[in-house]
């Protein structure tokens, strides 16, 4: 997704008059940034963070708030520098939870009920101005938030349908196991914490969240936590270990007004939609999930699975679906289909190359070639070359088959934006979430295919 550029068109006078309270020159929705900026920089200066944010202030951006430069920036500043005080982490919880939570309660379940807490204490609560600027319910998308039926949209996409639900999951139960705590702890939740509380909480953790100094300890960092991702930025979130402070520096030079980025991390579109409620449109960390394995009605299914099983190609059963057993493979964009570089995965190549063994001795003839080699099964290419051409075609088949699939899901989206029924609509930004993870993994699969068909013609030249 693009950003767009700043939304105020401030001249520096303009910005003096934000310092100095005068926001009645701007309109409505731009005067709240102001104040937001305002009161919450004022709260950093109250705890001592002068250095934190004399470059940026907080506006609004095609993604929400952000952070916008107050001054020329050059490439190498600093642009925040916050103390480990300031940071949240779960040892600042209230000592009553820290003593009857579990240890198997998660970083991020625990940063969830200290927000919960301490939004529930109100003025009184130390961190008040962080508290109030964080994301009210309904604005976040993390796909741990969407309803079944949006989620249904993303079954195509396995892996992330397969991380939403298993976060889901995850978070149904840890909220199962501190409802006792919460119980026990009155005074810290008022009237106590519903589900959608808690969810809505983890979701905030989740999309805000940081690893922070040498132990990676999850944190909430004040006022970098306004920074938007980009993942072509070369500026990431460091941890001064020794002076205790975090602090991010400048990859390239910024003019006055323009947005400043971050780099969240190396992230797919399918961890950034489960974990942070966005996709990029085009992802160059995007990967898709391919599955292919044997079928139990193949009669040399049993020793097939086990000659893969113990060469760490587990067989699994998808979905639950008794006759449906395989592997999944991540698939990456393969950049030259010419036959240079890496191609699809030797993993994959692999294991279609034990799928089109035919007979009990073509298998023990693949195992005795492991064992005489180094230890890894079918990873050379057939000699027979007919051989060959037979296993990648077998994936280019796969393939095609699971092209057509995201072809129908991506075209099923597009006439979802018909429907009258509006429980059955997608809002529009989970809908554009969904349509950049499959085409982003369709673009993924086609790439593979192209490969696989130049090998293939390759081998059959030569067959
Ligand atoms: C760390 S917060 C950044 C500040 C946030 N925009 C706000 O208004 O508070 C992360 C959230 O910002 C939004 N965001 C960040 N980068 C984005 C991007 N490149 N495209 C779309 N949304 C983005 C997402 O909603 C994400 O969950």
């Known amino acids: 997704m693009k950003a767009r550029p700043f939304m105020w068109s401030i001249k520096p006078n303009a910005v003096r008059s934000i310092h100095l309270g005068i926001f009645n020159r701007f309109p409505l929705a731009q005067v709240a940034e102001a104040v937001e900026d305002h009161d919450f920089k004022g709260w950093l200066k109250r705890r001592g963070e002068n250095e934190a944010c004399t470059a940026l202030m907080i506006g609004q951006s095609s993604n929400g708030r952000g952070l916008f430069a107050l001054r020329p920036i050059l490439a190498g500043d600093r642009l925040i520098k916050i103390s480990r005080k300031l940071v949240i982490t779960t040892d600042r919880l209230h000592y ?10 998660s970083d991020c379940a625990k940063l969830a009920l200290l927000i919960l807490s301490e939004q529930c204490a109100g003025q009184a609560s130390e961190w008040h101005p962080y508290m109030k600027c964080l994301p009210q319910c309904g604005a976040l998308h993390n796909t741990i938030l969407w309803s079944e039926e949006e989620l249904e949209f993303l079954r195509q996409s396995s892996g992330t349908f397969r991380q939403s639900m298993e976060y889901r999951t995850k978070i149904h139960e840890e909220f199962a196991a501190i409802q006792q705590v919460i119980q026990q702890c009155p005074e810290l939740f008022g009237r106590g914490i519903s589900y959608s509380d808690f969810l809505h909480a983890y979701a905030v953790v989740k ?98 699975s086990e000659l893969l099983q113990s060469h760490g ?31 699809i995965p030797q993993s994959l190549r692999a294991f279609a190359r034990v799928l089109c063994a035919d ?19 079918a990873r050379e290419a057939f000699k027979d070359k007919r051989k060959e051409l037979q296993a990648m075609l077998l994936l280019l088949t796969h393939l095609n088959a699971l092209i057509e699939d995201y072809i129908s899901a991506l075209s099923a989206l597009g006439m979802a934006q018909d429907y009258e029924d509006r429980k059955r609509q997608l809002i529009s930004v989970r809908q554009e979430m969904v349509n950049n993870i499959l085409e982003g993994e369709l673009t993924i699969l086609h790439s593979a295919a192209d490969w696989l068909r130049h090998y293939c013609l390759g081998l059959d030249s030569l067959s």
């Open 96 to 105: 009553r939870l820290k003593d009857h939570l579990q240890e198997s309660i």
């Open 207 to 304: 999309s805000r969240a940081w690893g922070i100094d040498e132990e990676n300890t999850t944190g909430l960092v004040p006022f970098v936590d306004f920074l938007n991702h980009d993942a072509r930025c070369q500026s990431f979130l460091s941890f001064d270990n020794e002076l205790k402070y975090a602090e991010v520096f400048a990859d390239r030079d910024y003019g006055f007004g323009e947005q400043v980025f971050i780099n969240y991390g190396k992230y797919g579109n399918d961890a950034l939609a489960t974990m942070f409620g966005f996709t990029l449109e085009s992802n160059p960390y995007d990967q898709v999930e391919f599955w292919i394995g044997p079928s139990e009605n193949d009669v040399l299914w049993k020793l097939r």
């Open 313 to 343: 190609m587990p067989i699994l059963r998808r979905d639950g679906v008794s006759n449906d057993t395989g592997s999944y493979f991540v698939i990456k964009k393969v950049r030259n289909i010419t036959g240079q570089g890496k191609g």
């Open 359 to 377: 007979s009990k001795e073509e298998l023990i003839y693949l195992e005795r070639m492991a064992s005489e080699g180094d230890g890894r099964l």
